[in-house]
C-alpha cells in the first residue's frame, strides 16, 4: 500500500492466502471484497470481537486488535500500512485511517472520517462525520467536520 499525500490511501492488491488465514480465525469476521495488506495481524481477544465490513482495504503490516467488545470497520474503508486498531473501535463506512496512525479505546471515527499519518484518536475521541484530522494531532475528544455550525454559549 502507498500513500498520496497525508491522509489518502492506495488499497493493497487482494491476498486470498490472507483472507483465507483471517476467516479460520475465531471472533474474526471479514466482508466479502476485502483487501488484506502482507503481515496483517487480526486478533480478537476472548469475549470480544473484530469485524471488517465489505470491501475495506487493510494496509501492509497494520494490527486491529478487539478486546473489551466489538472493533468494528466500516464497508469501503482504507486502513494504512502500519496502523493500529486496539480496543472497542468503530470506524464508520468509507473512512480512512492513515500510514502509522493508532485509534485506542472506544473511539469512535463516523462514515467518511479521516485520520492522517502518524495521527492518534485516544479512548473518548468522537470524530464526526466528514471530519479530518491532520498529521501527527493527537485526538481524546468530540471533533466536528470543518463548516460544521458551532454552538455559541451566552453569559447571561
Known sequence: MET??????????ASRLALWRARLRPRVRVGPGTRLGRRTV?????????????????????????????L????????????VLSGAVTVGRECVVGDWARVEGAAVLEDRARLAA??????????????????????????????????RRSSA
Open 42 to 70: 487480526l486478533r480478537a481477544e476472548r469475549g470480544a470481537r473484530l469485524v471488517v465490513g465489505a470491501g475495506a482495504a487493510i494496509g501492509d503490516g497494520a494490527r486491529l486488535e478487539a478486546s473489551g467488545g466489538e
Open 4 to 13: 498520496v499525500g497525508a491522509d489518502a490511501v492506495v488499497p493493497p492488491r
Open 72 to 83: 468494528s470497520v466500516g464497508a469501503g474503508s482504507a486502513l494504512g500500512d502500519r496502523c
Open 118 to 151: 502518524h495521527a492518534v484518536a485516544l479512548s473518548g475521541a468522537r470524530v464526526r462525520r466528514g471530519a479530518v484530522i491532520g498529521s501527527y494531532e493527537v485526538v481524546d475528544g468530540a471533533v466536528e467536520p470543518p463548516g460544521a455550525p458551532v454552538e
